[in-house]
């Protein structure tokens, strides 16, 4: 392994693509990274180069030291699009933003997730589970899984939690989409974030007139942001809120699917279900092509130096992966105790929405699995859409039948 300056390294393109018929797995040349030359180089859309941080350790040095930055307006900060690059810098919101100002931001927030505030919405997840089972199975045997449950229901909660109507999801499903997606045009990132932006805007106007108990209402009554800045709160939420938990439950469904001996291991002790889905989060790393930093000064990492102004992208399916902390971490084991996986990031913009994340999963999945005993994939495996082309992994529908 070399030492110093990056000269002796062939930079990986990136996103790196993932082997064909190994849809779970990271792409190999970043597990090849991990394992022959953890801090590396990488080539962007436009050329330029950032460092690739691989490991559980470096990953976690990186995303834990404030001298490596998340404000996207900073100069070496990388971008994996041309689309990415409006969607964090044209309204930055505080998972873009250094503290002191993320702090504040957040702070405003944090009593909404605790886990107690969350746990006791567990009642009405179930009920909303429920309630679109009972919908996806009336009368048929078959159905998209991504459509009719798994995207609807983490939809529903932040909708609930934020004040805004569901019957808006058509809309703020199809912007979130092209905003998340790595083949938007800077364009139709623009528009799409004007678009969402100007409707909460409109939102956080119409709960000064009418106030709820809603978020974004509460943000609005606080009288220390102004309507752009509810706007931009209420934007992460909505998106992060609803495309994250989605992709998990579809694509953990599917891993069950494929890894039946687990799947059934779960089914025979449902009480495994909360140790599983961390497990799940670590062996799917949804968040999978590398979180964005950029040093604010010179720092030594796994032998290398990586310059001032230099950006980084910590891949946290690679870390999740990590031998050394996660032996047999290629194989999906239900039993394993996978709390130290970083699927969540870490350090201090590690997500915020983690507790409702946990109780939507673990609804989601003990609740299909117990109510669709004969649950299965409807189309060849090799027909299944991943979603390669998108910030947020997954696939765009599970075509099921029970
Ligand atoms: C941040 C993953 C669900 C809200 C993050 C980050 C990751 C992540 C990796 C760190 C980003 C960074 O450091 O650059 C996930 C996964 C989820 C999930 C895998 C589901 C399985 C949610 C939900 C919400 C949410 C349900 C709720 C509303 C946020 C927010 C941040 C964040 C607001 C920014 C935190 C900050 O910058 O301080 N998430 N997330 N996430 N997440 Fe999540």
Same mark, same amino acid.
């Given at each position: 392994?070399?030492?110093?300056?990056?000269?002796?390294?062939?930079?990986?393109?990136?996103?790196?693509?993932?082997?064909?018929?190994?849809?779970?797995?990271?792409?190999?040349?970043?597990?090849?990274?991990?394992?022959?030359?953890?801090?590396?180089?990488?080539?962007?859309?436009?050329?330029?180069?950032?460092?690739?941080?691989?490991?559980?350790?470096?990953?976690?040095?990186?995303?834990?030291?404030?001298?490596?930055?998340?404000?996207?307006?900073?100069?070496?900060?990388?971008?994996?699009?041309?689309?990415?690059?409006?969607?964090?810098?044209?309204?930055?919101?505080? !998972?873009?933003? $250094?503290?002191?100002?993320?702090?504040?931001?957040?702070?405003?927030?944090?009593?909404?997730?605790? +886990?107690?505030?969350?746990?006791?919405?567990?009642?009405?997840?179930?009920?909303?589970?429920?309630?679109?089972?009972?919908?996806?199975?009336?009368?048929?045997?078959?159905?998209?899984?991504?459509?009719?449950?798994?995207?609807?229901?983490?939809?529903? &909660?932040?909708?609930?939690?934020?004040? &805004?109507?569901?019957?808006?999801?058509?809309?703020?499903?199809?912007?979130?989409? @092209? @905003?998340?997606?790595?083949?938007?045009?800077?364009?139709?990132?623009?528009?799409?974030?004007?678009?969402?932006?100007?409707?909460?805007?409109?939102?956080?106007?119409?709960?000064?007139?009418?106030?709820?108990?809603?978020i974004v209402s509460r943000l609005v009554a606080r009288g220390e942001l102004d309507d752009e800045e509810v706007s931009s709160m209420g934007r992460l939420l909505l998106i992060a809120?609803?495309?994250?938990?989605?992709?998990?439950?579809?694509?953990?469904?599917?891993?069950?699917?494929?890894?039946?001996?687990?799947?059934?291991?779960?089914?025979?002790?449902?009480?495994?279900?909360?140790?599983?889905?961390?497990?799940?989060?670590?062996?799917?790393?949804?968040?999978?092509?590398? @979180?964005?930093?950029?040093?604010?000064?010179?720092?030594?990492?796994?032998?290398?130096? !990586?310059?001032?102004?230099?950006?980084?992208?910590?891949?946290?399916?690679?870390?999740?992966?990590?031998? $050394?902390?996660?032996?047999?971490?290629?194989?999906?084991?239900?039993?394993? $105790?996978?709390?130290?996986h970083v699927a969540f990031g870490f350090g201090v913009h590690q997500c915020l929405g983690q507790p409702l994340a946990r109780v939507e999963l673990q609804i989601a999945v003990e609740?299909?699995?117990?109510?669709?005993?004969? @649950?299965?994939?409807? !189309?060849?495996?090799?027909? +299944?859409?991943?979603?390669?082309?998108?910030?947020?992994?997954?696939?765009?529908?599970?075509?099921?039948?029970?």
């Amino acid at each position: 392994r070399g030492t110093g300056p990056a000269d002796d390294l062939t930079p990986l393109a990136v996103p790196a693509a993932r082997a064909a018929g190994c849809p779970f797995d990271p792409a190999p040349g970043v597990e090849r990274a991990r394992r022959e030359e953890p801090v590396t180089r990488a080539t962007l859309w436009d050329g330029s180069t950032c460092w690739l941080v691989t490991r559980h350790e470096d990953v976690r040095a990186v995303l834990g030291d404030p001298r490596f930055s998340a404000e996207a307006a900073r100069p070496g900060f990388p971008f994996l699009t041309a689309g990415g690059r409006v969607l964090a810098t044209s309204k930055p919101t505080f !998972i873009r933003q $250094d503290d002191p100002e993320h702090a504040r931001l957040r702070r405003m927030l944090t009593a909404d997730f605790m +886990v107690k505030k969350v746990e006791a919405m567990r009642p009405e997840v179930q009920r909303l589970a429920d309630d679109l089972l009972d919908r996806m199975t009336a009368g048929r045997d078959a159905a998209d899984l991504v459509a009719e449950f798994a995207l609807p229901l983490p939809s529903l &909660v932040i909708c609930l939690l934020l004040g &805004v109507p569901y019957d808006d999801h058509a809309f703020f499903q199809e912007r979130s989409r @092209l @905003l998340l997606s790595l083949r938007s045009t800077p364009e139709e990132v623009r528009t799409a974030q004007d678009d969402l932006h100007h409707y909460l805007c409109g939102l956080a106007e119409a709960k000064r007139r009418e106030p709820d108990d809603g978020i974004v209402s509460r943000l609005v009554a606080r009288g220390e942001l102004d309507d752009e800045e509810v706007s931009s709160m209420g934007r992460l939420l909505l998106i992060a809120g609803h495309e994250t938990t989605a992709n998990m439950t579809a694509l953990s469904t599917l891993a069950l699917l494929r890894n039946p001996a687990q799947l059934e291991r779960l089914r025979a002790e449902p009480s495994l279900i909360k140790g599983a889905v961390e497990e799940l989060l670590r062996y799917l790393t949804i968040v999978h092509n590398g @979180l964005p930093r950029v040093a604010t000064e010179d720092v030594t990492l796994g032998g290398r130096t !990586i310059r001032a102004g230099e950006g980084v992208l910590c891949t946290l399916n690679s870390a999740n992966r990590d031998e $050394d902390v996660f032996p047999g971490g290629d194989a999906l084991d239900v039993g394993r $105790d996978a709390r130290r996986h970083v699927a969540f990031g870490f350090g201090v913009h590690q997500c915020l929405g983690q507790p409702l994340a946990r109780v939507e999963l673990q609804i989601a999945v003990e609740t299909l699995l117990r109510r669709l005993p004969g @649950l299965r994939l409807d !189309i060849p495996f090799e027909d +299944v859409p991943f979603r390669h082309d998108m910030g947020i992994y997954g696939v765009h529908a599970l075509p099921v039948a029970w």
